[in-house]
């Protein structure tokens, strides 16, 4: 499998990897992988790890388990699937079986990804894919960049203020042009400097104090 690496694509994740544990938000986290590979003009793989690391050594009983569980996995994976706008031009189903991290990277080495897509539940816990040093791993082994999917509808940290009302509105009616309302312009509550790269709508480096 080739990378895309010339003319419009360059540096776009053509090829995009997305971790799928089943949970609540599994649906949500698929479609935003969809749509970065739909933007990138590429294609989209969908990874779900089984739980049991050691499928070869099992016997008896338990392998009909086994045969059972990756029988259900992989019907639940082509349930997701087909659910996907058309525009999504290539999808590729995988299963794993092994340590969550340790699958997800070496299956992003063998295709070649440009990105890895996971997720996460938010505050009230994080789920399998995300456990411990699994994260870690992701981000330390690797072999592109991770995208660590947060939906909007989870409630902002506690610290976080949220955003002015007024703000949004000028922003909106505004089509982004300003960012600020009258009242935000003259002094922001947190201090920073912005400017717009290239220079638009005569907006130079402002400083708030």
Not at 46 to 57: F, K, S, Y
Request: aromatic share 4%.
């Amino acid at each position: 499998m080739n990378h895309v690496t010339s003319g419009e694509n360059q540096g776009k994740h053509s090829i995009v990897l997305v971790g799928i544990d089943f949970l609540a938000l599994s649906r949500e986290i698929l479609a935003y992988a969809a749509e970065v590979a739909v933007a990138a003009g590429g294609e989209l793989h969908v990874v779900h790890v089984l739980p049991d690391g050691n499928v070869a050594a099992v016997h008896g009983e338990r392998a009909i388990g086994v045969v059972n569980l990756s029988a259900d996995a992989h019907a639940k994976l082509e349930k997701l699937a087909a659910d996907l706008p058309d525009s999504v031009a290539r999808i590729f189903l995988h299963l794993a079986a092994g340590k969550v991290d340790i699958e997800v990277v070496q299956l992003a080495s063998d295709i070649g990804a440009d990105l890895i897509v996971v997720g996460t539940r938010g505050r009230a816990g994080i789920d399998r894919l995300l456990e411990g040093s699994v994260a870690e791993s992701l981000l330390r082994l690797a072999p592109c960049p991770v995208l660590v999917y947060r939906p909007k509808s989870i409630p902002t940290y506690e610290q976080i203020v949220p955003p002015c009302p007024d703000c949004l509105e000028v922003q909106r009616a505004s089509d982004r042009a300003r960012l600020w309302c009258d009242r935000h312009s003259e002094r922001h509550p947190r201090a920073h400097t912005y400017s717009e790269t290239p220079a638009g709508y005569g907006v130079g480096s402002l400083t708030f104090r």
